[in-house]
């Protein structure tokens, strides 16, 4: 019955213009007066068309087994008008209705092939220009159209995030992508505006505009009434967005081509040149259901089918071209038939096309390309003199980790004009822990960002930020809090380059105060010991400093994995060692340490270990808190005749196996101390690791000490589920006790 269906839709525009039963328009416009020839209108609706048999092929070729997704524009085709209305360098977030914006504005750009493109695409080609077959995606690097998959709103915070800095780039020196009056487009359904992502990144624009923040943004929400199979209340989105503070509020009818023009007109001019955001609501039907596998028969009333198909937003335009005399029947059907016959014969080529065949070209583009081009600047000894004016007492002496990091961003900031950082309180306050202490008054406001309490729009600002030439550093402020936001990390930054096959990226170092063993400030969510939320997100790479002088390397090493390598980085602090400046007893100031000048810094390399000591007993091997504690406990082993080689892991991901069974050696007893969870740790990886790479494995005895399978409590009580420098000592000593 669907498929009857979808033949009924395909046939209808057709059968209403020989019946002469198209809708009667009731547009308040002429084509003039909206500023359009009748040559652009026939152009859009020929947009519209190629988009409906896009749509119809994916579905004959997916039955085929030639096409793999089917999640279709039809009804959503009046966005072509949009499209018409914002210049082509106007960066578009789009969902997955927007065929026929994509078709329309690659009329706009030279060279531009849709319907070949689209449909490689669809046939997982490798030639897919975007992706390379990785997905059916709408995406183009010379339309200014990052990819998108199936998203439910995830794109929100990041399309924020890109007009902020298009706003900012005025203000900040940087080689921006975008021009400095350029407008952000993002669309999305009425179903995804109430996702929390979809509300949060509104809310971000409207926050910003509210303070006088330029945000040049235009909302689009496409108002199908339904998602999927639940329909959206009546008047909803209006009632939600008519009138929101900060963001202006404009409806238009998706299936009047002239009033959508006219209207998106309009939101571009506010957004343009008021800087502002824009919430366009644009009605629109949804047709063929949602998708290929979708039968909305059973959730849908025959007769409310029927009159959604009755709306078709095609029926409305042929309806508009007659009315305005810019095409006769006759023409409009032979348009119609000729590029359902041009979209069936360019099928037939994309399937004969190379498709990904191993799984090394299918991860090729999880690491995005590298760039050649020089990005530090010249920073004299005056200027660096001033610039540590207020530490000019303490730059000379060893300090704890908090203040090595500060003073490693101080310069980096220097050096790297393009570097922005964004978080809650770094500005006036310099954070939580002082960390970013008065890097707002020596590089201002603009690049020491006080955000709104929103970890989803920290980290879409920092992805906008970089799809303009920023080097954005956010920060979560406790590792807990990411968990709000991961998504950012795994469904959007990390699989921007995957999906566009290294033509776009979001290169950001992300730095996350977190794990365990803080003292007084206490609970799960201040003390949290887990991050394997990240460990499995291709191409991320994790840093995790256990001491000052290891961050500072680390930190410049990131920066410049983020900068040249346009890598995203997760910069893992850990809370408990920011002060701490003793190792065994107080006043050794054993972990207390020397900064080390740009210019005289041996660069600490990705997955490059610390290594302590040359002990044949036991080799330890931890990081962060675990390795600090592992560092105490050599000593008292050593007194007890037990001697150790102690290694920090610092970089946990990607871990270093032929480094890490090097530095094993010829050691029988391997302890594994981890501070995290005993399941999902990265012990476990470890264990693994050393179980296929370590030839010598069966003949070593191999233990890990982990946290409990437990969160945080509460004050000294959070020292019962996590390893302990006795701990560490008890079960080195019965390791070798038992002959190992």
């Known amino acids: 019955m669907m498929q009857d269906r979808n033949i009924k839709v395909k046939q209808q525009i057709i059968q209403a213009i020989e019946s002469d039963s198209l809708p009667i328009v009731n547009s308040s416009f002429t084509p003039a007066e909206v500023g359009l020839s009748n040559t652009q209108l026939i152009d859009l609706f020929e ?20 096409s793999f997704y089917t999640i279709g524009s039809a009804g959503h085709e009046g966005n072509a008008a949009c499209a018409l209305a914002f210049r082509p360098n106007d960066m578009a977030f789009l969902h997955y209705r927007s065929g026929a914006f994509v078709i329309q504005r690659s009329k706009q750009v030279p060279d531009q092939n849709p319907l070949y493109d689209m449909l490689l695409s669809f046939a997982a080609s490798s030639d897919d220009p975007i992706s390379g077959g990785r997905h059916k995606v709408l995406g183009s690097k010379s339309l200014f159209i990052p990819p998108q998959t199936s998203t439910i709103a995830s794109h929100l915070p990041k399309a924020v995030g890109t007009a902020f800095s298009i706003s900012l780039s005025r203000k900040v020196k940087v080689d921006n992508v975008l021009d400095k009056d350029g407008v952000v487009i993002c669309n999305f359904g009425d179903a995804s505006s109430n996702h929390s992502t979809a509300q949060g990144a509104i809310n971000a624009a409207a926050w910003a505009a509210y303070q006088s923040v330029p945000i040049p943004i235009v909302f689009i929400c496409e108002d199908n009434g339904i998602g999927i199979s639940t329909a959206t209340p009546k008047g909803w989105v209006q009632a939600n967005f008519e009138h929101r503070a900060g963001l ?6 998706g299936l009047d081509l002239l009033d959508t023009y006219h209207k998106t007109q309009q939101a571009v001019e506010i957004a343009r040149k008021q800087r502002k955001p824009v919430f366009l609501h644009m009605r629109t039907v949804r047709l063929l259901g949602h998708a290929g596998s979708d039968s ?11 009159d959604t198909e009755a709306h078709d937003p095609l029926l409305f335009s042929a309806a508009l071209l007659l009315k305005h005399s810019c095409l006769k029947d006759k023409q409009i059907i032979n348009l119609y038939k000729n590029i359902e016959s041009q979209v069936e014969e360019i099928s037939q080529t994309v399937i004969t096309k190379p498709k990904l065949t191993s799984a090394e070209k299918i991860k090729h583009s999880i690491i995005p390309p590298r760039l050649k081009k020089q990005y530090l600047s010249k920073v004299s000894k005056a200027e660096r003199t001033q610039l540590f004016s207020h530490e000019k007492h303490n730059v000379s002496k060893k300090q704890h980790l908090a203040k090595l990091l500060n003073w490693t961003m101080i310069d980096l900031m220097a050096q790297q004009q393009n570097i922005v950082m964004c978080g809650e309180d770094i500005g006036a306050k310099g954070g939580v822990y002082n960390v970013t202490s008065k890097l707002a008054d020596k590089f201002g406001p603009q690049r020491i960002i006080n955000t709104l309490l929103d970890e989803q729009s920290i980290l879409g600002m920092a992805i906008g930020l970089a799809h303009n030439g920023f ?15 991961e998504d950012q990390i795994r469904g959007e930054a990390a699989t921007l380059p995957f999906f566009s096959n290294g033509q776009f990226t979001n290169p950001m170092v992300i730095r ?16 949290d010991n887990s991050f394997a939320v990240f460990r499995d997100i291709p191409g991320l790479i994790i840093a995790c400093p256990s001491n000052g002088a290891d961050a500072v390397e680390m930190l410049r090493e990131s920066v410049r994995l983020a900068q040249e390598e346009q890598r995203v980085v997760i910069f893992l602090e850990p809370i408990a060692l920011y002060m701490k400046k003793d190792l065994h007893q107080e006043g050794d100031s054993l972990w207390s340490f020397d900064y080390v000048p740009p210019n005289d810094a041996k660069p600490t390399k990705t997955g490059q270990l610390g290594c302590f000591g040359k002990g044949k007993d036991l080799c330890i091997i931890s990081y962060a808190n675990g390795y600090y504690l592992s560092r105490q406990a050599e000593q008292l082993l050593a007194e007890s005749g037990i001697h150790c080689t102690v290694i920090d892991l610092r970089w946990l991901a990607p871990l270093d196996e032929s480094a890490i069974v090097k530095a094993i050696g010829n050691i029988k007893n391997v302890l594994i101390v981890d501070e995290c969870r005993q399941t999902g740790s990265i012990s476990e990886a470890l264990i693994t690791l050393l179980a296929e ?3 010598d494995f069966s003949k070593r005895k191999v233990e890990r000490l982990t946290a409990h399978d437990s969160f945080i409590p509460l004050g000294a009580a959070s020292y019962q589920v996590l390893p302990s420098c006795e701990l560490i000592v008890e079960q080195a000593k019965r390791m070798l006790s038992e002959g190992g």
């Not at 004959?60 to 087994?65: P, S």
């Not at 202006?248 to 009818?253: E, G, L, M, N, S």
Request: aromatic share 14%.
């Open 47 to 66: 947009s519209q068309v190629m988009s409906r048999h896009l749509d119809f092929q994916s579905r004959i070729m997916q039955k085929q087994g030639q």
């Open 248 to 253: 202006h509020y404009i409806q238009c009818d």
């Open 296 to 306: 909305e028969f059973t959730y849908r009333s025959n007769e409310y089918i029927e």
């Open 471 to 485: 080097l954005p550093m956010p920060e979560i402020q406790f590792l807990a809090y990411v968990h709000n936001a």
């Open 512 to 527: 996350i105060a977190g794990l365990a063993y803080q003292r007084g400030f206490g609970g799960h969510f201040h003390n």
């Open 693 to 695: 790479h370590d030839k």
